[in-house]
């Protein structure tokens, strides 16, 4: 059985961003229990830390999104002072404002509030026992689609790799177009290929179905048009939304199972690394390639070259173990005989490539 799940509201349009307020005392009608803010640092420098109106008991934490992609131990220790601070009260909505990386952390602590242990025990698909703290999404970067999908990736301790699970989607997303227009171009550009390669990598693969399908094939072309034709934002942010909706729903692919080891072995963050692999995979997804270097042509994007020079054939050997640790994509591409299509030799030849 195979349930399609969408987030099932949404507040968008320009300067929805001031009604922020306001949307959480509609939906949680409480105002005694506080709100908890999870905001990417860089907001301190774009201003919109200071349009942030909390009241005297909500907590705002910052996530150095400019720094790193989140981990487990952040995951942990922003949920550990929230327990410091508030004890065994549970706010009543978390507020994720940021990339992708910043939602991912505030998908992460509404499911690590009401469930026990370290955010690493739930790194895999549907580990989650108990329904987290309700959530809402402002993404201020798009192109991961993390404001709607069941997955918030965190790298831990032994693994790259998402709490995968119904309660980490978001029951609510705000999209304001105008949110975006700060992100410096080459961010722009990795994330928003990432939407691109989501979609690509779903609509070639077996976990795709009829109802998933137009959302990919809608997001792929928002990407296409804002590279290639012009830069319209709302398109851009909706188009990020579609992608998550098309993968909520389906499954990435070979690109992404190859890019966890690039980003955790050598450090790349994921929009980047996404693009050094997918540059090698014309065999895999040909047309679809030439335009991505397209893309990359017209808007003057240096890829680096030779990435995996210097990698030691035990990195090399962690690097096939965790793209085989992304089984399900693997076998959305490939089938379930993807070790064949895909063996360790054609894995390293591709690394090699890159
Ligand atoms: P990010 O969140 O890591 O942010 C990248 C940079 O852009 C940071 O420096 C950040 O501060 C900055 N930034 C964000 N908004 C800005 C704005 N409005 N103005 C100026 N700067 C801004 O980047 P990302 O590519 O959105 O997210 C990557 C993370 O998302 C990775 O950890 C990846 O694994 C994860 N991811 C999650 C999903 C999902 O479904 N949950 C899907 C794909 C990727
Ligand atoms: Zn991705």
Redesign the pocket.
Known sequence: MKITRFVPSVLFGENAFDDLNAWIDKLYPNPQQYTVFVV????R??G?LQRLRPAPQDLVLEFD???H??KTSDVDALRDRIVAEKGSELPRVVVGI???????VA?AISVMLTNPGSSADYQGWDLVKHRGVPKIAV????????E????????GPVK?L?INSDYSMYDHALLDPK??????EE?EF??GM?NYI?CVEASHGSAMNALGRPFALAAKASVENFFLKEKNYADFMVGSYFG?SS??NSSVGVCHALSYGI?FILGY???LANCIVFNQLEEFYGEDVRTFKAMVERHRVQLPKRVTKDVTPEQFEKMIALTYMLERDLVSTFGPEFKKALPPEKILELYGKM
């Open positions: 990417d640092a860089v907001h420098t774009t919109l999104a400019p720094s992609e989140p940021g990339g992708g990386s910043s939602m991912d998908k993404p201020t970067l798009s192109g991961t689609g993390a709607a999908t069941r997955t918030a990736v965190l790298t790259k998402g949110l975006i227009e700060t992100v410096p961010q990795f994330t990432d989501h998550g993968i909520a980003a963050r994921h929009g």
